[in-house]
């Protein structure tokens, strides 16, 4: 096991009417103004802006509106975002949302004290500023983790690129699951698969250790519930659970002491650059197609997976390994979602795909690091 220091700073309001309970209280440390940040629309619809506006003014709060954050936010939106901050002297910036929103927000928190330009500075020339701003977080849709963690991906529209930055942590995160209840599960799954895809990534790669035994019982919550959710079972103890399931992998506690493979994530968010596709719904296709070109590379581990999370009962590792990959497919098409690039309705040309290979960075922490030709060949194989 690497050495390693962990610190986990975000503090979580778990559970029904936990915005009513917590959020007047939760911001009253903070200045007068804050920057309520949301997406295209939806919390209008369900009432949930309503609900967050009501609080907010009972906690004394002067609301600078900023939304239509996009789906793949975009460094255009973090600029906007980053003057919008400045001209009214932002105090706090609260995300209500999910992966997208958090990720746009967490960006603009980086960028609001830094005097050069944020791409230039954090992706080429490597500088993180120190001094940042402040933001939390109301999460509306669960999945992508975002609320976690401090990294948020972002697209470049004029470099067609898609890179991850490092921001600050939230402040405090409210998790109303009911908030979950009225997502269409074909929104609500790709948003599951990607915490599975997270543990997944997390779990294989170059080291085993007791990081990999707690992970396997976070898989084993959401394939159990995902499962659920496809036979027509659905309820809030199992929008609950993949809530919190999707928060506890990204609290990074089962990265700790390994690296990791997070091939798939680098090639999705490569991508999404060009294709601007659903995260969730891109990894379905992806993830599955890296596995076949890796697994014989570790064969032991595979093979573990498939019987302490897919309960697969061979006792011969590689067939064991292959039927490990065989349910893992199973379910992404029980849960209706896209195999294909065809499925997801995008027709992806090859010299995108070798533009793709070709930008895309390389896991240090997969079994076999993959050629950019493999890459090419990977993606041509998932249309």
């Known amino acids: 096991m690497k050495s390693f220091t962990y610190e986990m700073p975000v503090k979580v309001y778990f559970g029904e009417r936990s915005a009513q309970m917590h959020l007047v209280k939760a911001l009253a440390q903070y200045g007068p103004n804050v920057m309520l940040a949301y997406g295209k629309g939806s919390i209008k619809r369900n009432g949930i802006y309503d609900e967050i506006v009501s609080l907010l003014k009972a906690a004394h709060k002067n609301i600078i509106d900023f939304p239509n954050i996009p789906s793949n936010p975009t460094y255009t939106k973090v600029c906007e975002g980053i003057d919008l901050y400045r001209k009214n002297k932002i105090d706090l910036i609260l995300a209500v949302g999910g992966g997208s929103v958090i990720d746009c927000v967490k960006v603009i928190a980086a960028g609001v004290y830094e005097e050069g330009?944020?791409?230039?500075?954090?992706?080429?020339?490597?500088?993180?500023?120190?001094?940042?701003?402040?933001?939390?977080?109301?999460?509306?849709?669960?999945?992508?983790?975002?609320?976690?963690?401090?990294?948020?991906?972002?697209?470049?529209?004029?470099?067609?690129?898609?890179?991850?930055?490092?921001?600050?942590?939230?402040?405090?995160?409210?998790?109303?699951?009911?908030?979950?209840?009225?997502?269409?599960?074909?929104?609500?799954?790709?948003?599951?698969?990607?915490?599975?895809?997270?543990?997944?990534?997390?779990?294989?790669?170059?080291?085993?250790?007791?990081?990999?035994?707690?992970?396997?019982?976070?898989?084993?919550d959401i394939v159990e519930n995902m499962r659920l959710l496809a036979l027509g079972e659905d309820s809030l103890e199992v929008r609950s659970n993949l809530m919190w399931d999707a928060a506890l992998v990204q609290t990074?506690?089962?990265?700790?002491?390994?690296?990791?493979?997070?091939?798939?994530?680098?090639?999705?968010?490569?991508?999404?650059?060009?294709?601007?596709?659903?995260?969730?719904?891109?990894?379905?296709?992806?993830?599955?197609?890296?596995?076949?070109?890796?697994?014989?590379?570790?064969?032991?581990?595979?093979?573990?997976?498939?019987?302490?999370?897919?309960?697969?009962?061979?006792?011969?590792?590689?067939?064991?390994?292959?039927?490990?990959?065989?349910?893992?497919?199973?379910?992404?098409?029980?849960?209706?979602?896209?195999?294909?690039?065809?499925?997801?309705?995008?027709?992806?040309?090859?010299?995108?795909?070798?533009?793709?290979?070709?930008?895309?960075?390389?896991?240090?922490?997969?079994?076999?690091?993959l050629t950019r030709d493999e890459i090419y060949q990977l993606l041509l194989d998932c249309r």
């Open 117 to 220: 330009d944020l791409w230039e500075e954090q992706i080429e020339k490597n500088h993180v500023q120190t001094k940042m701003g402040k933001y939390a977080v109301v999460l509306t849709i669960s999945g992508a983790g975002a609320e976690m963690d401090c990294l948020g991906a972002i697209t470049h529209e004029e470099k067609q690129e898609k890179k991850t930055f490092v921001g600050p942590y939230a402040q405090f995160v409210i998790m109303d699951p009911t908030y979950l209840m009225g997502i269409p599960l074909s929104s609500f799954m790709p948003g599951a698969f990607d915490s599975l895809t997270h543990c997944l990534e997390t779990y294989f790669g170059q080291t085993y250790n007791v990081s990999d035994a707690m992970n396997e019982g976070l898989m084993r």
């Open 252 to 369: 990074f506690l089962f990265n700790i002491g390994k690296p990791g493979d997070f091939q798939a994530h680098k090639i999705e968010n490569t991508l999404g650059a060009y294709s601007h596709g659903t995260h969730g719904k891109q990894l379905a296709v992806i993830l599955p197609a890296y596995y076949q070109h890796i697994w014989h590379e570790d064969v032991e581990k595979f093979a573990r997976m498939a019987r302490n999370v897919l309960g697969i009962r061979h006792e011969n590792d590689t067939e064991a390994a292959k039927l490990g990959l065989e349910t893992l497919n199973q379910l992404i098409v029980e849960c209706k979602l896209p195999t294909s690039f065809e499925q997801l309705g995008y027709d992806l040309q090859p010299e995108v795909a070798r533009a793709v290979a070709d930008k895309c960075d390389i896991s240090t922490g997969s079994v076999r690091p």
